[in-house]
Structures are given as structure tokens and as C-alpha cells.
């Protein structure tokens, strides 16, 4: 019996372009990248900070994920990925149709010489789910920087201006055909675009909303440690979507990419919980999370153009470099110290996003570079590069760093004149029933008295009374449960 419908060898369910196991790849890697945020960094934002922020912090990463889609599909996408219009951005327009949809992906501007442009082999609709996970995700980031005091409102105009003025810019220079793109910038799947961005952004937008409440920012305790590993789980076994899937294919750089991950990832938490040890006499558990994302951070812009010893190298640096500036020079530089950027997303991620362009820069591969970039000649200074790739991952690394600067400050100041950036004092004070009417955890006793007489009652009315008369170790006590301080 011939096969129909999905399973057609044919058109028009399978068309002779299309290379189902990539297909199915690209999928998978975009749910991957997708469960970062929801629920990753949802979990991570919602149990490492105190207990009167959890559900700000959660809901700012929710409302960023869900408001960025609708934005990317209807100008985004193809801002960042579509014709050029301009060396640093691509042609506006909606990615809602089915004739666009459902034909084969293609990068337009990505043609280079005599290399045609990128068509991986599976449908435009792929690719825009693929690509709006990363969109998404950098947003999300961007929010570590602001929690415990962005006025909500502000933070709900703030994400899709953002999303369209500031990261569109980005993606398309680095990975749509812009101008670093042709010029040989490395940047195989997102520590400028992605880490350097979220973490310039959000130390840009920690300035102009403004500081917490002094008694949060010297007590800013996490209130679920257990939930904040989980969420931090998530975020590293998701981030072999987010490499894996960078070569559009399920291809050699592809499972080069989600090995050097892992190592890094291990090898930077390792490096950071050492370090912790040697100077502070114990391992901090929020510090091996920390250095857990410094480690997928650094390695990100060379996950499939490197070896996988240098992904160990990487991991060290990863786990030390941010480690220092976190730790030690945070307390020495007056700018760092009133800037106050929430989860230290400038550490984690601009800092570690720009040391891992740099050691690309020095220990990409030409045979793993030659299979994702077209521009000839491309290679780490250690294999011939020389001073000149170096020299170009800094450009890069500085053209994102002023765009971000400009444009964040630019959009905030819009939005100051309409909305405050920052909750009021006494609303701060509250937190989340102040700025949701919602508290995180509805625990017995938490402000609430043990009403004996009733508990009784209900106990009759359920046919479970016993002898009609109240429980002697509770009559008249008006016992209250134990109220937890988080």
C-alpha cells in the first residue's frame, strides 16, 4: 500500500529538499533552547531571589518569552535573518504566511563570493521557531539584570523594543549576512549575539532603572536553592539544543559542539567551586551554578569550531576570569559597585561571552571553521589567523557593546517619559503583593492563626468526629503554624 500523508516520499508533504533527520534535529534542538527559559530560567529567576520577588522575577521571564514570538514573527525574524537592507540589517516583514512558511529555509544575504547562500534542508517555519528560541532567551537573560525593582509596566513596553531595534541588529550582522558576517567574525552560536547583548543590555538598564531597596541589596538571599539547581539543570542539558543546533544540521560541528559544551560547562564549575574553596574556605552552591553559566556561556561562540581540548582550556578561563571579576574586582571599581545588576548577569555573561570570542579567535580550527563559515582565510591566531582574526573578534565584540549601550539607553529614556523604570520605595517593600497581588508560597501560618473550632468542624462535617469535643492540646490554644522568614 502506498504511503500518504506525512509519510509521502513526495511532494507535497515531503519535498525533495527536505532532510527529515535535519528536520527533526532543528525541532528538537529548538524545543531544547525553548525549555531554557520555559521553565529553565523561569525556575532559576523565581527561587534565587527572595521570597517577596519570586514572582516578579518568574513573570518578567515569562512575559519576555511570550511577548517575543508574536514580535518576531511578525517583523523580527526577517529584520534579523531576511534580505539586507542595510550591513547591519535585514528588510522587515512578516513570517505568517504559509507560502513563506512552508518553503525551504533560506538566509539571503548569507551568499559570499562564490559560496551560495545557507539553505539548510528543512522549511522556513523551522527556522523561525529556531531562531525566535535564541531572540527569546536573550531577552529573558537581559531580565537577571533588572529584577527586585523594574516597574512591571516598563518592563512590558521595554522587551519588544528591544527585541526589534537591539538584537535584530545583531543577529544579522553576526548570522543574517551582515557586515561582521562577511567579514570572518566568529561567533558560531551566540556569545555576542546572545551573552555580550544580555549582559551590556541588562548592566545598561540596571543603570537607568536604578538600585533595589539598600535592605535588598545587602540581603538578597535565595529563597529555594534546591529549585534554583533544577532550573539551572535545565538550563545546561538545554544547551545542547542551543549549540547542537547552530549548524542548521545534524552534521559533524554539531556533535563536536554539544560535546565541548558539556566539557566546559564541567570544567568551569569546577574551576569556580575551587576557587570558592581556596578563598572563601567552602563551596557555594550559587557559585557553582554561576560557574556552571560562565562555562556554556564562554565556549558558546566556539562550541563547533574548536577542539575538545581546548573546550577544557576554555572551561578554566570561564571558571576563573568571571570568577575574578565577580569576586574581586566587582569591590574595587566604583562603577561596578553602583551599578546594581541583580544576578551579576555583566559577569556571567558579558564577561564571559567576550572571553569566549577571544579564545575563538585563537583556537578555531580551519577544518571545523571551513564547515560553517564561507569567508575564506578564517582561522584561530594559533592555526594561522594570526593577530588579524584577533583583531576582528574585538571589533565585533566592540561594535556590539556600543549598539547595546546606545540603544538600551535610548529606549529606556523613551519609556522613562511615559512609565517610571523603577517601583516606587514603599512598593519595594512589598514585592510581589504590591506588584501582582500574588505571593509565591502560601504557607500555613504565614500570618495566619490556627482556628481550632473550625478545623474541628471541618473535621465533623467530613465524618470523621471522634467524640464531639475538640482535641485538648488545641482547645483554646489558638496555635499558629511556624511562619518561615525567606
Given amino acids: 500500500m502506498a504511503a500518504s500523508g506525512a509519510y509521502a516520499a513526495k511532494l507535497p508533504a515531503v519535498p525533495e529538499w527536505l532532510n527529515k533527520g535535519d528536520n527533526a534535529w532543528q525541532l528538537t534542538a529548538a524545543t531544547f533552547v525553548g525549555i531554557q527559559s520555559m521553565p529553565g530560567l523561569v525556575v532559576l529567576y523565581g527561587s ?3 521570597k517577596k520577588w519570586a514572582v516578579n522575577s518568574a513573570f518578567m521571564a515569562l512575559y519576555a518569552y511570550a511577548s517575543s514570538l508574536l514580535v518576531w514573527v511578525l517583523v523580527g525574524f526577517r529584520m534579523a535573518f531576511g534580505e539586507r537592507l542595510l550591513p547591519f540589517w535585514g528588510k522587515a516583514g512578516v513570517a505568517l504566511s504559509q507560502g513563506y512558511l512552508v518553503g525551504r529555509a533560506s538566509l539571503s544575504a548569507t551568499a559570499h563570493g562564490d559560496t551560495p547562500r545557507t539553505e539548510p534542508f528543512y522549511p522556513e517555519a523551522t527556522l ?41 541588529v545583531g543577529a544579522f ?62 538550563l545546561w542539558m538545554g544547551w545542547a539544543g542551543f549549540n547542537g543546533g547552530a549548524p ?43 560557574g556552571m553559566m560562565t562555562g556554556l556561556v564562554c565556549i558558546t561562540p566556539g562550541a563547533g569550531l574548536v ?25 574595587k571599581s566604583s562603577l561596578l559597585m553602583k551599578v546594581d545588576d ?43 589567523g594570526g593577530a588579524r582574526q584577533l583583531g576582528k573578534q574585538l571589533a ?60 474541628d468542624a471541618a473535621r465533623v462535617g467530613g465524618g470523621l468526629e471522634r467524640d464531639g469535643s475538640v482535641e485538648p492540646g488545641l482547645a483554646g490554644v489558638g496555635a499558629r503554624g511556624v511562619t518561615i522568614q525567606l
Avoid at 198 to 215: C, D, E, H, I, N
Fill in 396 to 455: 565585533g565584540a566592540a561594535f556590539v557593546v556600543a549598539w547595546n549601550v546606545v540603544v538600551t539607553t535610548l529606549i529606556l529614556l523613551a519609556i522613562g517619559r511615559v512609565l517610571p523604570l523603577r517601583m516606587p520605595d514603599e512598593q519595594l517593600m512589598i514585592g510581589d503583593d504590591a506588584a501582582h497581588g500574588e505571593e509565591a508560597y502560601a504557607l500555613w501560618g504565614d500570618g495566619e492563626k490556627f482556628d481550632a473550632s473550625r478545623h
Fill in 128 to 168: 523561525v521557531l529556531f531562531q525566535f528560541e535564541f531572540a527569546a532567551i536573550t531577552l529573558v537573560l537581559l531580565a537577571g539584570s533588572v529584577l527586585g525593582r523594574m516597574n512591571i509596566k516598563a518592563w512590558m513596553a521595554f522587551t519588544p523594543l528591544w527585541l526589534l531595534l537591539s538584537y535584530t
Fill in 307 to 331: 577542539q575538545t581540548w581546548a573546550a577544557v582550556i576554555m572551561g578554566v578561563f570561564a571558571g576563573s576570569v568571571p570568577w575574578f571579576t565577580m569576586m574581586i574586582l566587582h569591590k
Fill in 248 to 290: 542548521y544540521a545534524a552534521n559533524i560541528a554539531a556533535s563536536v559542539a554539544v560535546l565541548n559544551t558539556n566539557v566546559s560547562a564541567a570544567t568551569s564549575l569546577l574551576t569556580w567551586t575551587c576557587l570558592d574553596v581556596i578563598f572563601f574556605n567552602k563551596p557555594s552552591v550559587i557559585g557553582a551554578v554561576q
Fill in 342 to 384: 541583580t544576578l551579576g548577569v555583566f559577569h556571567t555573561h558579558a564577561v564571559a561571552g567576550l572571553l569566549g570570542g577571544i579564545l575563538t579567535g585563537l583556537l578555531a580550527t580551519p577544518e571545523l571553521v571551513e564547515i560553517e563559515y564561507p569567508v575564506p582565510g578564517v582561522r584561530g591566531a594559533f592555526y594561522g
Fill in 173 to 234: 550582522s553576526l548570522w543574517g549576512g551582515g557586515f561582521l558576517y562577511h567579514w570572518g567574525v566568529l561567533d558560531y552560536s551566540g556569545g555576542y549575539v546572545i551573552h555580550l547583548s544580555s549582559g551590556v543590555a541588562g548592566f545598561t538598564a540596571a543603570y537607568w532603572v536604578g538600585p533595589r531597596l539598600k535592605s535588598d541589596r545587602e540581603r538578597f538571599s535565595p529563597n529555594n536553592i534546591l529549585l534554583m539547581i533544577a532550573g539551572g539543570g535545565l
Fill in 48 to 50: 534565587i531571589v527572595k
